[in-house]
């Protein structure tokens, strides 16, 4: 039997190799959910379409989304827990920035 069938249907699994979960709904804050058959109390309410921890993390963990690294979390972050900027910080480089040095200069 598969650990994610026990999984509230609210949450959505993209690949099987993603430690977060996408909302599926809006979830309020200390409602319980069930995580690979564990009952989770959330801490805040996570907006349709947003992250959820499918498992704890700790600080620099890679966070997995589609199966691909999307960034790192910043913090230690609890199962259950919305993984949002708060949290999670991008691996993705810039191509470029506005505060790189380098003037545009309109001619």
């Known amino acids: 039997m598969d650990a994610f069938q026990d999984t509230d249907a ?3 699994l993209l690949s099987p190799e993603d430690n977060c979960l996408i909302a599926g709904a809006r979830l ?3 409602e319980e959910v ?3 058959g564990e009952l989770v109390t959330l801490s805040k309410s996570i907006d349709l379409a947003h992250k959820v921890a499918r498992i704890a ?3 620099d963990d890679k966070v997995l989304r589609y199966g691909a690294v999307i960034g790192h979390v910043t913090v230690d972050v609890a199962k259950g827990e919305h993984l949002h900027t708060h ?3 991008s691996d993705y480089l ?3 920035t506005h505060d790189d040095g380098h003037e545009f200069v309109h001619r």
């Open 10 to 12: 609210r949450l959505i």
């Open 28 to 30: 309020g804050a200390g």
């Open 34 to 36: 069930m995580i690979e």
């Open 57 to 59: 993390l700790k600080a």
């Open 87 to 89: 949290n999670l910080a």
């Open 94 to 96: 810039p191509t470029y």
